[in-house]
């Protein structure tokens, strides 16, 4: 670590934290439509995960991607103006908060299936294998993808035909409402994924620097072998599932105690404590982020709207 990088990463927190902050903001002054999913509280997970990929590797998200498209190096007024649903958004405005996808940073994007990104894991690392390239594919999924097919069918192929997929579990106890203690007979994730013959590992979540040494030495493995690890990273979302949700189903005090452990206070006292940061730093990245998530606003507020003309474009290969 040096103190340089200490405090990008502590910089690309704050602006996944501030950017959803006031997405949430615009979304009841009804700016953003749509589903929304905010990734408050497990910041750590993106921005730690992504230290370990190369700009040749691939990433494959989730409906609750913010984080992990700013961590991948998405512009924050590309994101913000396809929240709008405007044409200078990253996907023109039609795939909106869940759809985040920017080819230039190998990020194929958000997807509102829950497991639906597995598979496209599996065949993008199938695809390198068979070009010969050295690449991984990363692959971010929530706790809740684990009940579905998609999931044991990608972890069963990926250790099979040996692909170099990272796959990281955002374990944040809840699916919706639901929590995995109601529906998983085995709550050890880790023991799952093994069972498809694979190194599989957990690590706190919400400790930047644990991250990232795990997902440092998971994608070396991957780099390496050429096999699959499961990386699962134990966090918890700070705010509610989506917009719509009345958080009926858990204590306020559990929230409350997770957000003593919020990852950016947490990761700026380590900083600190190691003399990577010093007095008037956070101070500083505050005041940078919020000038960034402003200019992404006005950018988004004085975009346009894809004229009607245009609204066939993208929809069948042929009117490309
Ligand atoms: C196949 C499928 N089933 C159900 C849904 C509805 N749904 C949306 S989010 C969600 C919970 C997923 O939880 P998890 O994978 O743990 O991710 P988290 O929201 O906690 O990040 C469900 C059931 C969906 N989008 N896709
Ligand atoms: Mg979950």
């Given amino acids: 670590m040096t103190p340089a990088l200490a405090r990008e990463l502590l910089r690309q927190m704050v602006l996944i934290r501030r950017l959803e902050d006031r997405c949430a903001e615009l979304y009841t002054q009804q700016k953003i439509r ?3 999913h905010l990734y408050n509280g497990e910041e750590a997970v993106a921005v730690g995960v992504m230290q370990a990929l190369g ?8 409906y609750r991607e ?4 700013l961590a991948r190096g998405m512009s924050a007024r590309s994101i913000m103006a396809e929240m709008y649903g405007k044409k200078e958004g990253c996907c023109r405005g039609r795939g909106g908060s869940m759809h985040l996808f920017d080819a230039a940073t190998r990020f194929y994007g958000g997807n509102a299936i ?3 990104g597995l598979p496209l894991a599996v065949g993008l690392a199938l695809a390198d294998k068979m070009r010969g390239r050295p690449q991984v594919t990363c692959c971010f999924f929530g706790d809740g993808a684990v009940a579905e097919g998609e999931f044991h069918e990608s972890l069963n192929l990926s250790a099979l035909w040996k692909l170099p997929v990272l796959w990281v579990c955002e374990n944040n106890l809840y699916a919706m409402g639901t929590a995995l203690t109601i529906t998983e007979s085995q709550v050890d994730l880790t023991v799952k994924a093994a069972s498809y013959n694979m ?9 930047l ?3 990232r040494e795990a997902a440092q030495e998971a994608a070396d493995y991957v780099r390496e072998t ?9 966090t918890y979302r700070f705010r509610a599932h989506s917009m719509f949700d009345a958080e009926l189903y858990r204590d306020k005090s559990e929230v409350s105690r997770w957000k003593e452990r919020d990852p950016i206070p947490g990761f700026l006292a380590a900083a600190t ?3 990577w940061l010093g007095p008037g730093a956070m101070e500083a990245i505050e005041a940078e982020v919020e000038a960034e998530v402003e200019e992404a606003v006005a950018f988004a507020e004085a975009g346009s709207w894809e004229s009607v003309e245009d609204l066939h474009r993208f929809v069948h290969s042929e009117a490309l």
Wanted: with cysteine; charged share 15%.
């Fill in 34 to 36: 749509g589903f929304m």
């Fill in 209 to 211: 620097l644990a991250v």
């Fill in 199 to 207: 190194i599989s590992k957990a690590v706190d979540g919400m400790d």
């Fill in 226 to 234: 050429k096999m699959p690890f499961f990386l699962e990273c134990r």
């Fill in 55 to 62: 700009p040749q590797d691939s990433v494959v998200a989730t």
């Fill in 273 to 275: 404590h190691h003399g």
């Fill in 66 to 69: 913010h984080g992990q498209a």
């Fill in 114 to 116: 829950v497991g639906g």
